[in-house]
């Protein structure tokens, strides 16, 4: 008996799917569209039409699996805190679990021996990333400007971008990051730069 094929978000799900299982069993140099059509079920041709290389459908595959463990962007979650320490903290734990995601295997995989081109898509998925955490800071600044915490104005990018830096540099280096670093972190540091940059 045929099976039917998926279309749709069911076909997508499905190509990301074999791709990353792909990907952990012969890693990226067994990475192809041959390989992710037949696992998918769907033809060549409509993985061609979409991804210009194995590469650039490894990388889609990883977003999305981010995207599906931590429910959503950090800049579209539900912000629930009562002060400035609380927003930062679900803010940041959520940018944990999507950072948690890009595991060491996978690591390992998308960075060796990375090609130029290979290495301007990591670039554009770190710019696109940078893009989504200035947004979840902003409205976290935003709420706490409403409650009195902040002053008015805006936030330089690189404050905004300072702790998930460094939260990408622990991924990098493979140490872990505790809930009571990342406490001092809020506290000790970036709320103090806030209210400094803010005229607090």
Request: no cysteine; aromatic share 6%; glycine share 6%.
């Amino acid at each position: 008996m045929t099976q039917t094929r998926r279309r749709g978000a069911a076909l997508e799900a499905a190509i990301y799917q074999a791709t990353r299982e792909i990907l952990e069993e012969d890693g990226l140099t067994g990475l192809t569209f041959p390989k992710v059509a037949e696992r998918a079920n769907t033809s060549k041709p409509v993985i061609y039409r979409r991804w210009d290389s194995p590469f650039a459908l490894a990388i889609a595959a990883l977003q999305d699996k981010i995207k599906r463990e931590n429910h959503g962007r950090t800049d579209e979650i539900t912000l629930t805190g009562h002060s400035l320490a609380d927003d930062l903290t679900q803010v940041l734990r959520r940018f944990t679990i999507s950072m948690k995601t890009f595991d060491e295997s996978y690591l390992g995989t998308l960075m060796d021996g990375l090609s130029t081109e290979q290495s301007a898509t990591i670039q554009r998925m770190i710019t696109e990333g940078n893009a989504i955490d200035i947004k979840a800071v902003d409205r976290v600044v935003k709420r706490a400007q409403d409650r009195g915490e902040l002053g008015t104005g805006t936030l330089p990018a690189a404050v905004k971008l300072l702790p998930f830096d460094l939260l990408r540099y622990h991924l990098f280096v493979n140490q872990e990051f505790s809930d009571e670093q990342l406490s001092t972190i809020i506290n000790d540091v970036l709320i103090p730069a806030y209210e400094h940059a803010l005229n607090q």
